[in-house]
């Protein structure tokens, strides 16, 4: 089946310091990869995403890489600030004409500190 | 941008009543809507898929009869918990897909159900 694990949290950092958040998937056929973040109090948003493999997806300084052989999408950041705080969910859709229908890991906490 | 509204953002009921959810697609039609539903510290599970004028699609487990869902326009699409018990507390969750072919889905904040 299909699943996807993400590491488990809090996540505690403090500002400037690196992040990563290991995402792995199990998927039949060709996954596309996603990171959805959830800040307090909002829905989950579309942080970025790949479609194939060795995409690399990038927005507001976050970074995946997707990596068929390890069957890995880890999210990283360079340099995290306080409100980069939220909830960061992995996910893949292995339907490309439906991509509503998801398949989320547990979501992982981020908490950074000033 | 794409904003959906879901209410209420949070509900507390005694068990045996049901409870109805909305999610509304504010500034675009959505043709297919998703309900999921999230337990403490576990992963978002689709419940089901809706789309609108016809019946829900729902996921292997999700009980049709007790999750009611019900998509009469563009723009909204309902989740009715029925005869709600306490395993049905849960953080429910929408998502609209825009019908213009751009493939977006924008996601609802949540509505948190409590049953006592």
């Known amino acids: 089946g299909n699943s996807v694990t993400q590491m488990e949290g809090p996540v505690t950092l403090s500002e400037e310091a690196f992040l990563t958040i290991n995402c792995t998937y199990t998927?039949?056929?060709?996954?596309?990869l996603f990171w959805y973040v959830q800040y307090p109090g909002e829905g989950l948003q579309l942080l970025l995403k790949?479609?194939?493999?060795?995409d690399k997806g990038s927005n507001k300084g976050f970074e995946a890489t997707y990596r068929k052989e390890t069957t890995s999408f880890h999210l990283e950041k360079g340099s995290v600030q306080v409100s980069d705080s939220a909830v960061y969910f992995c996910?893949?859709?292995?339907?490309?004409?439906?991509?509503?229908?998801?398949?989320f890991g547990q979501g992982t906490t981020l908490q950074v500190k000033p | 941008g794409a904003v959906v509204s879901q209410h209420p953002s949070r509900v507390i009921c005694k068990s045996g009543t049901s409870v109805k959810i909305e999610c509304r697609s504010l500034?675009?039609?959505?043709?297919?809507m998703f309900w999921y539903r999230q337990f403490p510290k576990k992963s978002l599970m689709l419940m089901a898929t809706?789309?609108?004028?016809?019946?829900?699609?729902?996921e292997q487990g999700v009980e049709k009869d007790k999750f009611l869902i019900n998509h009469a326009s563009l723009t909204l699409s309902t989740l009715t918990v029925t005869s709600a018990h306490p395993e049905d507390s849960s953080f429910y969750i929408c998502?609209?897909?825009?019908?213009?072919?751009?493939?977006?889905?924008?996601f609802g904040a949540g509505s948190r159900l409590t049953v006592l």
């Open positions: 998502s609209a897909r825009r019908g213009d072919g751009a493939n977006v889905l924008t």
């Open positions: 998927a039949t056929g060709y996954p596309s």
């Open positions: 790949a479609t194939k493999a060795d």
């Open positions: 996910a893949l859709s292995v339907l490309t004409s439906n991509t509503g229908k998801l398949i």
């Open positions: 500034d675009f039609q959505a043709t297919t």
């Open positions: 809706s789309n609108e004028g016809s019946k829900a699609t729902y």
